[in-house]
């Protein structure tokens, strides 16, 4: 009876998958009853049952899972060769359960409609536009950089600790679900890695656990990310799968939010891609656009590039591809390479409007 059970459980691996690839053409399917419909109801209780704990219980449930993994392979290590069947089988029968949870938790947002359609905006931009957008995100940058920092060669410090900004992230989606209900965020669920070291030498800033729901933080990044990556990961638990479009989000909320150390965050953030992009067509344009940002802003970017290449290590370009190519599996055809996507949305949503 057992042996039927991991036999089906093994059958309906098969079965998942071949739905998951019909569901992929049906992006409106998703976005009306998932994503705006079940994973709302899923997301929001798993935030109440684990967000008051004060550490990560997504953290806690891959240590286990990985001590039993070890331990299991070790005791059955002798049936790879002896009972071949029931070994995979068995292994068959455990990826079965986790790809269903993985999904019905999380995972089905990956197939949901594209954010420029939910938030009925435009895809596309033509290079003047970028380049007066992002003339007026320099000039918006450097004002609020001349009044947190002492010169405009001087980088930014932020003024609170990496725990506090986690709670000052609600105030942002507040503001911005004033515009866009269905980006209310409550309750808070958001914590420091216990893995943050080896999310470091991975090359990761922090990730979202799907079965608990919990947003993980590499607790080691600058502070001066904290904003923007507490905001992108929230953006994760809202159901916005793509790590674009997460950075988009996570970057308005950051701009709408009251604190102006947290505006300063997301508009820098927002800048660095513009910038990044204006490289990517003209290089001279691109130097002679540099000139005009505050040296400060400058510094609070090699700060964070300082931070990374401190852990350089020959595995993480290994980690990076790997996770590209994950992304790339689930509907993400520009894997973690989309620039140019969250560049278009910042220039699209703002428009003629203010910043």
Not at 238 to 265: P, Q, T, V
Not at 298 to 327: G, I, R
Request: with cysteine; glycine share 4%.
């Amino acid at each position: 009876m057992l042996k039927n059970k991991k036999l089906g459980l093994v059958i309906f691996l098969g079965i998942q998958i071949i739905l998951i690839s019909i569901l992929k053409n049906y992006p409106e399917f998703v976005e009306r009853f998932y994503s705006n419909g079940l994973y709302v109801y899923i997301s929001k209780l798993m935030r109440y049952v684990f967000g008051w704990i004060p550490f990560s219980v997504g953290d806690i449930f891959y240590t286990l899972a990985g001590i039993y993994a070890i331990r299991w392979l070790v005791l059955n290590r002798k049936r790879v060769v002896k009972d071949t069947k029931n070994w995979l089988l068995d292994i068959g029968a455990v990826l079965s359960i986790a790809y269903f949870a993985f999904h019905i938790l999380w995972a089905f947002n990956y197939y949901r409609q594209p954010l420029y359609k939910f938030l009925n905006l435009k895809a596309d931009y033509t290079t003047e536009q970028l380049v007066s957008f992002t003339k007026r995100l320099i000039d918006k940058s450097n004002t609020i950089h001349s009044q947190l920092a002492i010169n405009d060669s001087t980088k930014v410090e932020m003024p609170f600790s990496k725990r506090e900004a986690f709670a000052k992230v609600l105030n942002g989606y507040e503001k911005l679900s004033e515009e866009y209900p269905h980006l209310y965020y409550e309750p808070k669920s958001i914590k420091k890695s216990i893995y943050s070291t080896a999310l470091t030498y991975m090359g990761f800033s922090g990730y979202l656990n799907p079965f608990t729901n919990e947003a993980q933080v590499n607790g080691l990044v600058p502070t001066y990310k904290f904003p923007t990556t507490s905001c992108h990961e929230a953006a994760h638990q809202l159901g916005f799968a793509a790590e674009n479009e997460a950075n988009f989000i996570g970057s308005l909320a950051a701009i709408h939010n009251d604190d102006i150390h947290f505006k300063y965050s997301g508009y820098t953030f927002a800048l660095r891609y513009c910038l990044v992009e204006i490289f990517r067509r003209d290089k001279d344009l691109y130097y002679e656009i540099l000139s005009t940002v505050n040296k400060g802003i400058l510094k609070n970017y090699q700060e964070v590039e300082s931070f990374w290449k401190s852990y350089e290590n020959p595995l993480e370009p290994l980690f990076a591809d790997t996770y590209d190519s994950f992304l790339k599996a689930n509907n993400q055809s520009a894997g973690m390479r989309s620039y140019s996507y969250v560049v278009a949305l910042l220039v699209n949503y703002y428009g003629d409007k203010a910043l």
